[in-house]
């Protein structure tokens, strides 16, 4: 477990912890690459009426501002106050309108990034954290088949890193919106807030709240609880949807957006993607299918993944940019990884070999024994001083190094080497030029581990 | 060139531009590691207290704070004002000091992010810059090795990255200090301060300032210049040096510590390290071996690579942690490279293979095409409609997908698979389990322009 961080909130990792974070991020970022999907990086600051314009997350926002007073005056008065972004959709929606002349659309991106919340520290939420997000975006408009594909792609990230089993659940949110208006509630924004919360109200306090807040009556609360239970892994929702006896033009293109997600998930993510017809998601710019993921087993570490299809995620003049894309909570999975001893390291360090000194003129020709070993991948330290080869096996040891390379001169000038493997002693003779670790000693490997 | 940013001194750069940006980050961090330094991270934010306890930098530093003022006002009376690094040096000091009982000394460590200065908008700096810093750091002593090391490791990465011919100028510390006090001016400060505007005043503007800030006499005005003259590629400045008369003990231990860093460039390195009497550093923190860096031809650039030594890079207690690092400012070089084209991505995008529909039916079978592809490391993406060929085709040219593959249903139910490089206009069988793009168009690589 990592130490207790110096301020709360914004977590930090040990060398040895932070080689499974870079696992994390080096997998997530070979698989989107792999799916064609472009890197970028946006500044970590938008104005604050860019990233207000969306509401209700004011209270969160880090604002920014020049120690120097003077300074920062002359700058608000002439671009507006500056703050830290919270997310990483709201930047690129602006990113968008910003480079739209020099983008192809569709346009697929990836973007590993930190974002920041102003969390109250005594609560033990991350206030800086990593978030790792895929969205593609068209111009005027976008296929649904995008829906299912950016599903797919995070189903193959997820399944690549050292986690417990996940279930990507979805909904789709004119599903949800067709039923509420065919059993007459219109105010599908309100419900859909009542439903968000009934992993943690439970069914009765919802019903209820539905009756009190939104004005259903006990029919209509039962009939919309009624759908929010219906969970399949495969596409028979669609036959108890249509069971409760609903008819609605919305709930129908719903039923089949999400029957066709589900189709493709059955075939080539079999047992990983869930109809779940309670997911909400909380924010209102969503306008079809919305996912969250969970952990098996970590249900209360909430959704790691999410996302969903917004048919104006920008907008610039007459222009409108349709995106569908998913989110994954880098941090908070690190977190549970490291916090649960879910993955290891092989080792803590990058160093494969520590080059001995056998005296302290040798420092220079240890570095061309480096320097040979280095072109060959190999990565390897230099011993700064020769201490006694007990201290220096002893160096390494410590760190995890698994091997030690000894040079020396013999009487007739001839130069040797040895290379040993620390965990099992062994000594043999080794070819600067030639010698290569067993393939697992070459790098850090990162792996789920069998606690 | 990059669009205007739409917030001066916070550069972003478009698709292709990134992976020139990215190209640069991973040699960078894959030389780190060859060399046996380890991964760290920083939070983005330190206290105030902690951020100007070096003082002088306070107009630059970024203030943090919710916008929600009650939330924050509880925030900054439980732990003090927050706000933005503003170099790596400061925060891995204090995470030093923080984790010093989890940490092995020596400690390497390297370190990519983002900081951020409060420069003025209209002088055109970065206010966002990424900097990639390497150091070591010790637990009460450090060998100066480490000085001569650690110019070596930059000068390896500094080599593998597509930029011009490049520089680095050594001097130090201790050999000014002892030459100035052998002349008779104490306050090596202020002097050091004099000097590091020879560049942008000249000799004579820097005599007269040194006689009038710092009370010299003509001729101790004449001495320090003739040192901060000196420039050579090898150890022959210590002849220069000694030639000049002046007798201290400290100026001798300099001295012999800067012939050491040189003896070695020129036998590692040759013609990449200057001894440069005339390097100062602004900062007042170091002690010994001080590093500057220009790329030739480039010198109004600024130095891109620069550190030193410093006694004293964090204490506790009674405890000293004695260190010497480098800092490369990568914005820096990437808007240069940039700027004047002198490195370009082999292709805009990752992907190498876009694969086409036939039909609207067949987007599933495309995608088991592309899974097969993929589990070879081949990069790809499916159509997200059937248009006709010719347009599918259009949609990889325009962003630079060098193949486009074609499968189709004969009469007897066989599926033929082709792929076509689009460059070349050759069409030509191939098996999904089994096809390879030639080496070079596996992956984006990036390599120095012609220009």
Redesign the interface.
């Known amino acids: 477990m990592a ?1 207790k ?4 909130g ?6 040895a912890e ?2 499974v974070e ?1 696992h994390v991020l080096d997998t997530l970022r070979e698989t989107f ?13 938008e ?2 009426d860019q990233l207000l314009r969306k509401g209700e997350i ?11 007073e003077d ?2 005056a002359a ?1 608000v008065a ?2 507006g106050k ?3 972004h919270f997310d990483l959709t709201v930047p690129f929606a ?2 968008v309108v ?2 739209a ?4 659309f ?1 346009f ?2 990836y973007q590993i990034q ?1 974002v ?1 919340r ?1 969390e ?2 005594q609560d033990g939420r991350a206030r ?1 954290f990593t978030q790792a997000d895929i969205d593609v975006v068209g111009d005027g408009t976008l ?1 649904f ?2 829906d299912v ?1 950016l599903a ?1 792609v995070m189903i193959d990230a997820l399944s690549k890193l050292p986690i417990p089993e996940f279930k990507l659940r979805v909904n789709n949110r004119k599903l949800a919106e067709g039923f509420y208006r065919g059993i007459g509630l219109t105010d599908a924004p309100a419900v859909l807030r009542e439903i968000d919360k009934l992993e943690k109200f439970g069914a009765d306090k919802v019903a209820a709240n539905l009756q009190q807040n939104v004005g259903a009556t006990a029919e209509q609360a039962h009939a919309a609880l009624e759908l929010a239970s219906i969970r399949t892994e495969d596409g028979t929702f669609v036959e108890q949807v249509r069971a409760l006896g609903v008819a609605d033009e919305l709930l129908e293109e719903g039923l089949s957006e999400l029957a066709e997600v589900m189709a ?1 998930g059955v ?2 993510a079999p047992g990983k993607m869930v109809a779940d017809l309670s997911i909400a998601r909380g924010l209102d710019y969503y306008t079809g299918t919305v996912y969250e993921t969970v952990l098996v087993g970590h249900e209360k570490l909430g959704s790691i993944c999410s996302g969903g299809r917004y048919e104006s995620l920008a907008t610039s003049g007459k222009r409108t940019f349709p995106g569908v894309g998913l989110s994954i909570g880098v941090t908070r999975l690190v977190s549970r990884i490291l916090g649960q001893n879910l993955a290891l390291a092989s080792r ?4 494969a070999v520590l080059i001995s000194l056998v005296d302290e003129d040798s ?2 020709d240890a ?1 061309d024994v480096a ?1 040979q070993l ?1 072109a060959r ?6 011993s ?2 020769a201490a006694k080869f007990g201290k220096q096996i002893k160096y390494a040891d ?2 995890g190094i698994p091997f030690v390379w000894f040079s020396s001169i013999e009487d007739d000038g001839v130069v040797t080497h040895e290379v040993k493997d620390i965990r099992s002693g062994e000594q043999v003779p080794a070819d600067p030029s030639l010698w290569m670790p067993p393939a697992e000693d070459l790098s850090v490997s990162v792996s789920a581990s069998q606690a």
Chains 1, 2 share one sequence.
């Open positions: 130490p961080t110096s301020l709360s914004f977590p930090e990792w040990l060398p932070r080689l870079l690459e792999l799916h064609g999907f472009s890197s970028i990086e946006t500044r970590a600051v104005t604050v004011d209270k969160e926002v880090y604002g920014i501002s020049r120690l120097a300074e920062e700058a002439k671009e500056l703050a830290l602006r990113y910003d480079n002349g020099h983008l192809n569709p697929r991106r930190k920041w102003g109250r520290p800086e296929p088949r995008y594909e797919l493709e075939r080539r803590a360090v990058p160093t420092w220079s570095q320097t280095r991948g190999i990565a390897c330290e230099v700064a001083s410590k760190r």
